[in-house]
């Protein structure tokens, strides 16, 4: 499958939350990440649905990263 960069828009908004902790020389962070705008051109998105109806004609950008860090002194 390739993706057509016209298709997709060109700029994202991202809004981030999470939280991070640290205890002595160990860190840990939990970040979640979404993009409330479909990275989908408006244009495009009925032929989304047309092809996979599960799409419902957005497609968000989401991320969820768990990292753990040891700081070596």
């Known amino acids: 499958m390739r993706f057509i960069d016209e298709h997709f828009r060109h700029y994202n908004f ?3 939350t999470g ?3 640290q205890k002595n020389n160990t860190r840990w962070s939990l ?3 979404i993009s409330p705008l479909s990275v989908v051109k408006p ?3 009925a032929a989304l649905v ?6 419902g ?3 968000y950008l989401t991320d969820l990263s768990l990292n753990f860090a040891y700081i070596f002194d």
């Open 19 to 21: 939280f991070r902790l």
């Open 31 to 33: 970040i979640y990440n």
């Open 50 to 55: 047309a092809h996979n109806p599960d799409y």
């Open 43 to 45: 244009e495009y998105g």
């Open 14 to 16: 991202s809004l981030y």
């Open 57 to 59: 004609g957005r497609i």
